[in-house]
């Protein structure tokens, strides 16, 4: 199969370090299970201006450095990949790709096929849907934890799991194409039924 992961709470812990960030900035106390929602300027006020600049900002500092992978990520999908083929399909803006490549190089080396940035996160330029992505690019499941990326693959008939993350808990019926997996472990589960209905 062909399997897409989302990069940011996916296969890196990137918000709980922007949040480290967002507190020492502006001298708040928020914290990852405070995000019920995925736009963060929901939960910080504010613009979506303002967030993505600050995002951007957090981008090109040195808090990126101290990114890692999220916990059990690096050993479920080095195994996937020796039977699957994987790629990353993140809305990181286009101008981090250099950036993103040398992060996936250093936990991920050897892991994923091809890198998509679809510049959501971003104030200016075009950007692609990530539903787009998977059907140009043939993709069969595509792991995602934002629920409008993850239903619009749903929608696109693409099997879609929804990795659990405070943003999206209250989303309690799923809708068709869509299963909710709770960690790494239950990704590689979930995916190991598909192997043997495939059989």
Known sequence: M?????????????????IEYHNRLLGTRFV???HKE???????????????????????????????????AVETTNKLAKKHALSIITSRPADLTENTHKWVDKYYRGIFKEIYLTNHVSIAGANTRKADICIQTGVDVMVEDCMKY???????????????RAWN???????????????????????????????
Request: proline share 2%; net charge negative; glycine share 4%.
């Open 32 to 34: 990852l299970d405070d």
């Open 2 to 18: 062909k399997i897409g992961f989302d990069l940011d709470d996916v296969l890196a812990e990137l918000t709980k370090v922007l």
């Open 150 to 164: 993850a239903q619009e693959c749903a929608e696109a008939g693409i099997l879609t799991m929804l990795y659990e």
């Open 169 to 199: 808990k209250k989303y309690i019926e799923l809708p068709k194409n869509m299963i909710r997996v709770y960690n790494m472990n239950h990704l590689e589960a979930e995916i190991e039924k598909l192997e043997r209905t495939r059989a």
């Open 38 to 72: 995925y736009n963060l300027w929901e939960t910080w006020g504010g613009t979506r201006e303002e967030a993505i600049a600050e995002v951007l900002e957090f981008y090109a500092s040195t808090y990126m450095d101290t990114v890692e992978p999220v916990e059990g």
